[in-house]
């Protein structure tokens, strides 16, 4: 169903714009209406029961995903026989179809590059979720650049959660021509190889401005794919061959990994993959990026120190926090006067329980720039690890009052006042957190232990229940369950958790 400019959504989306329908579905520009932000909404027409419930399963899973290259998908609703919806962050920029056109044609490889490397990590992180996800739709107007030149992987509509024993049937609705493998037509099944496929048609695209052959086309009517070098001679012979083994019929064949691509893109001279369980794997990634940025004599010094943090993130997210400090140290080498890239240092190092060090790093990202709510947090969470919470509570109230829409500052600040014992107060704090964001785990959890501490243990049951609905993983909320359920003399359950 298609809705008009102005209608209203769950008493809470105001529609803007229609921005794009296709067979399956639409997708909108909208106002927040309770917290004034743009969002996009994502329609899906398909209000099937079977359809429904993988809707639901599948849109609380994405909820959770934080990356930088990634919108956050912060609420999901069905509106019966009408659809189902999907509400994410609003990327303001341009999608790369859009800049294509406006080039006249194919780019060079140093302009694809820093693009390429973003949406390889995105595609990475999602890749190395158990289980992993598949986009399911890598094109050009599904990556969104900002005017910062950070390029966004948008549209989670068609993302699916691999699973081995499930065939894809519902052919070529889970992609677009020229850029779905075969896989997605008929009943051969999808995995990550079928995201490296389209993004290999993608990288393909933008170097020879030409989309390649549809996959089905190429194999019943054995229509090649022609070389980029016809095109664009002077990209890399070995970023030809990359996107070439991308693009096999056969996914057997393809490059198998994104992280293949990753290492390709950090240094044409580097093409072995490096050994996943292998200690040398960060000292190795190390020389190959500081070989990378040596030859990149053509970009300027704050676009290196912008890819040394975009890698120092990537490493974060993946807890391998030693390889992320030595980004963020040579991006501060680069450019000593990185707000970003101290923040993110003392965000690592707090990681770390390395609260001093943090403390100083956090210190220079605020004199550098004193409206970092984010430094403002991370300086109030070292605070906090070692008993500072007065101090604490102070960084947690400057952040609020640059932007009093921060679920984490206002999560951070329950954390603080429930470890002074002001737990009333607390409790006001982690309701405003979970009205920002309804799917945060830590203060469903917060919540409940406070709760607890008042004695208002079947509440704080409830808290602590809907915390592991979210995060069943969520060893906290498990252990303060288990003290009430104590409490409550209901010790058999008790033991269980």
């Known amino acids: 169903m298609t809705f008009r400019s102005g209608e209203i959504l769950e008493d809470r989306y105001k529609i803007n714009d229609l921005l794009g329908q296709g067979g399956f579905g639409a997708v909108y520009k909208a106002i927040d209406l309770r917290l004034n932000i743009l969002c996009a909404i994502k329609e899906s027409f398909d209000v099937s029961e079977t359809a429904t419930r993988q809707f639901r399963r599948e849109a609380s899973m994405l909820a959770e995903l934080r990356h930088p290259n990634l919108p956050r998908v912060t609420d999901y609703f069905d509106l019966r026989a009408k659809g189902l919806y999907l509400v994410m962050d609003f990327i303001e920029g341009e999608d790369l179809g859009t800049k294509l056109i406006k080039n006249g044609g194919g780019f060079t490889q140093e302009q694809v590059t820093p693009w390429l490397r973003q949406i390889c990590d995105a595609l990475d992180y999602l890749h190395s979720h158990n289980p992993p996800i598949i986009h399911r739709d890598i094109k050009l107007q599904n990556i969104i650049v900002t005017k910062d030149n950070i390029a966004t992987l948008v549209d989670f509509g068609l993302a699916k959660f691999y699973d081995p024993s499930r065939p894809t049937t519902m052919g070529a609705q889970g992609g677009t021509p020229g850029f779905s493998p075969i896989e997605q037509y008929g009943q051969g099944k999808t995995d990550q190889r079928s995201d490296i496929y389209s993004l290999g048609a993608t990288i393909y695209t933008l170097l020879t401005g030409q989309v390649p052959p549809e996959s089905i086309q190429r194999v019943s009517n054995k229509i090649p794919i022609i070389p980029i070098h016809d095109f664009n001679p002077s990209v890399s012979s070995q970023l030809e061959k990359a996107v070439r083994k991308s693009l096999w019929i056969n996914p057997a064949k393809r490059i198998q990994t994104v992280r293949e691509l990753i290492e390709v893109l950090a240094s044409d001279k580097v093409l072995e993959v490096i050994n996943d369980n292998s200690s040398v794997k960060g000292i190795a990634a190390s020389i190959q990026y500081d070989a990378f940025y040596r030859s990149s004599e053509k970009a300027s010094l704050p676009s290196q120190a912008s890819e040394w943090n975009l890698k120092g993130e990537h490493f974060f997210n993946q807890k391998r926090y030693k390889e992320a400090l030595h980004c963020y140290d040579k991006a501060l080498e680069i450019d000593p006067q990185n707000g970003k890239a101290w923040n993110r240092k003392g965000w690592t190092l707090r990681s770390l329980d390395r609260h001093e060090e943090a403390l100083r790093c956090l210190d220079k990202a605020l004199e550098i720039d004193p409206q970092n709510g984010k430094a403002w947090n991370n300086k109030g969470r070292s605070l906090g690890s070692l008993d500072r919470y007065e101090e604490a509570l102070r960084c947690f ?79 906290k909320a498990w252990n303060n369950k288990g003290w009430i359920l104590g409490q409550l003399g209901r010790h058999k359950e008790a033991i269980l958790c």
């Open 397 to 475: 109230d400057k952040a609020l009052k640059l932007d009093p829409q921060d679920s984490w500052a206002w999560n951070n600040k329950g954390w603080s006042l429930g470890s002074l014992d002001r737990h009333e107060e607390a409790i006001r704090c982690l309701d405003k957190a979970l009205e920002i964001d309804p799917q945060d785990r830590w203060a469903w959890g917060k919540k409940g232990w406070s709760l607890g501490q008042l004695g208002r243990h079947e509440e704080a049951i409830r808290c602590l229940d809907k915390a592991l609905e979210i995060d069943p993983q969520r060893y």
